[in-house]
């Protein structure tokens, strides 16, 4: 059985770091594209960072670029999304995502993914 487990939200000051983490089983992340998703309470999921499993070449939304790290761990089968400077319009359950079926980001997107984890809620407050 595939699936994508996130960890690692949790409540965090303005200003704060987290990271999170998407362990994969049931197969492995060795090629197509990993991404990082975001939803906040009544407003639409957002793309906020992809990588190219075959390059690791990466992509980063607006809102988060210069402050959010995405990378990969291959041996551990695992991505992970370094989370610093963070803002309360940060907080969102994050969710992390594969497309199987391209090997660029640029290919991809929130449509295009064919396998879901379940989300981690962050939460930025003071």
């Known amino acids: 059985e595939v699936q994508l487990q996130a960890s690692g939200g949790g409540l965090v000051q303005p200003g704060g770091s987290l990271r999170l983490s998407c362990a994969a089983s049931?197969?492995?992340?060795?090629?197509?594209?990993i991404g990082w998703i975001r939803q906040a309470p009544g407003r639409e999921r957002e793309l906020i960072s992809l990588?190219?499993?075959?390059?690791?070449?990466?992509y980063y939304a607006d809102a988060v670029k210069g402050r959010f790290t995405i990378s990969d761990d291959n041996a551990k089968n695992t991505v992970y999304l370094q989370m610093n400077s963070l803002k309360p319009e940060d907080t969102a359950v994050y969710y992390c995502?594969?497309?199987?079926?391209?090997?660029?980001?640029?290919?991809?997107?929130?449509?295009?993914?064919?396998?879901w984890g379940k989300g981690t809620q962050v939460t930025v407050s003071s």
């Open positions: 049931g197969f492995t992340l060795d090629d197509g594209v």
């Open positions: 995502a594969a497309d199987s079926l391209v090997r660029d980001w640029r290919r991809s997107g929130v449509y295009g993914m064919d396998y």
């Open positions: 990588i190219s499993r075959s390059d690791s070449s990466t």
